[in-house]
């Protein structure tokens, strides 16, 4: 799959898109696809910040990591009951570099809190990518296209549809 840059050309264009099945090493090591990699060598470096989610890892490059904590620092506190949610994401937060082979070490805390011990499926979302179990994953996208119906009128308003 061929990296998609904007119209521009420029780099700031690049983007985490697409999934992939990949299978952790003994020690824990995931290899990272070498389109994101490539994403990650372009626009960012090659440091991620890995923490917990909802049902699966969230994997950010540094830069975009750390607009997310600032809107959590100036933002999550004009909301109520947000702190739980802060206190939960930022517990979970592991800086994992990219080895020469192009792999991170995810700790087996975060591997064992989201049952992830060796078929996992990692997915881009645009300005980030997920890490799933690939049961997990399997069941989400199952729950997910059951109630495709329920984006229409988001994607409209979009002008998608």
């Not at 780099?11 to 990949?22: G, I, N, V, Y």
């Not at 299978?23 to 910040?49: A, C, H, M, Q, S």
């Not at 950010?60 to 997310?68: G, S, T």
């Not at 937060?93 to 975060?110: N, Y």
């Amino acid at each position: 799959m061929e990296l998609v840059e904007g119209v521009s050309g420029q780099d700031s264009d690049l983007r985490f898109r697409s999934r992939s099945e990949h299978t952790l090493d003994v020690k824990g090591r995931l290899n990272i696809p070498t389109r994101f990699r490539e994403v990650l060598r372009r626009k960012y470096n090659e440091k991620l910040i890995v923490t917990n989610w909802k049902k699966s890892l969230r994997a950010y490059p540094v830069a975009e990591w750390r607009k997310l904590e600032n809107i959590l620092v100036n933002e999550a506190p004009k909301q109520q009951g947000m702190s739980d949610f802060v206190r939960y994401v930022i517990s979970g937060v592991s800086e994992c570099i990219l080895d020469k082979q192009g792999r991170i070490l995810l700790p087996g805390s975060l591997r064992a809190e989201f049952n992830i011990e060796n078929e996992v499926v990692l997915n881009g979302m645009l300005d980030h990518f997920e890490i799933w179990d690939k049961g997990a994953w399997i069941e989400q996208t199952r729950e997910t296209r059951a109630k495709f119906q329920d984006f229409e009128a988001g994607l409209s308003s979009l002008g998608i549809l």
